[in-house]
């Protein structure tokens, strides 16, 4: 599976961003979809995850209520609609994957696949 990042930028807190993971390679029937973050200084960690094939999604809750993750199957792209920004959102943000059909997991060494990451400003 290639994944391609995309959508991260600089905005003011409250704001909202769109982040897009294009993901190539593979069928796709039993993948996992997540969004991790890390911000200077910090360990990646994990934002946000979706069942490719039944859309079931987790979140950390840091961001639960603000961000939601969905998928266009059409564009085999995944999005991290973020709201109600703050600095505390300021990070480099990965899109990653894996195949397991029973399991969505939290943990980036459940991975293995992943974007190159897309930086993410919040101003305050």
């Known amino acids: 599976v290639q994944l391609q990042a995309s959508g991260g930028g600089l905005v003011q807190a409250g704001d909202s961003l769109r982040l897009s993971c294009a993901a190539s390679?593979?069928?796709?029937?039993?993948?996992?979809m997540g969004w991790f973050r890390q911000a200077p200084g910090k360990e990646r960690e994990f934002a946000a995850a979706?069942?490719?094939?039944?859309?079931?999604?987790h979140y950390a809750n840091v961001v639960k209520g603000r961000f939601t993750i969905s998928r266009d199957k059409a564009k085999n792209t995944v999005y991290l609609q973020m709201n109600s920004m703050t600095p505390e959102d300021t990070a480099v943000y990965y899109c990653?994957?894996?195949?397991?059909?029973?399991?969505?997991?939290?943990?980036?060494?459940?991975?293995?696949?992943w974007g190159q990451g897309t930086l993410v400003t919040v101003s305050s």
């Open positions: 990653a994957a894996y195949s397991d059909p029973l399991i969505v997991s939290t943990s980036p060494s459940r991975y293995n696949y």
């Open positions: 390679g593979r069928t796709f029937n039993s993948v996992v």
């Open positions: 979706i069942r490719w094939s039944s859309g079931l999604t």
